[in-house]
């Protein structure tokens, strides 16, 4: 069974940088695309940055040059570092793995929480 978890969230001033991270564990499995999505309270879950295994990124416009998302096929992690953190960057952070037949697999998500 493969499972997906995410660590690193956490508390911080606006204008601060935190990095969260993703380990992916099972067998028999390969993400062709790895992503952070985020979900506010009262708002609808949104993609925040993807990259595929050969390493092409995308992002949000939100947080494009802010953020940056990353990852090590053989450790089978992926990783979002965040700058210049916002108060409107307060949701829960979500791993996401999907394979190439396009199944989709979630983390149960950290929280981050950027305060003023």
């Known amino acids: 069974q493969v499972q997906l978890a995410e660590s690193g969230g956490g508390l911080v001033q606006a204008g601060g940088s935190l990095r969260v991270s993703c380990a992916a564990s099972?067998?028999?499995?390969?993400?062709?695309?790895m992503g952070w999505y985020r979900q506010a309270p009262g708002k609808q879950r949104e993609l925040v940055a993807a990259i595929t295994s050969g390493g092409r990124t995308d992002y949000a416009d939100s947080v494009k040059g802010r953020f940056t998302i990353s990852r090590d096929n053989a450790r089978n992690m992926v990783y979002l570092q965040m700058g210049s953190l916002k108060p409107e960057d307060t949701a829960v952070y979500y791993c996401?793995?999907?394979?190439?037949?396009?199944?989709?697999?979630w983390g149960k998500g950290t929280l981050v929480t950027v305060s003023s």
């Open positions: 099972g067998s028999g499995f390969s993400f062709e695309i």
């Open positions: 996401n793995g999907r394979t190439v037949n396009l199944v989709n697999y």
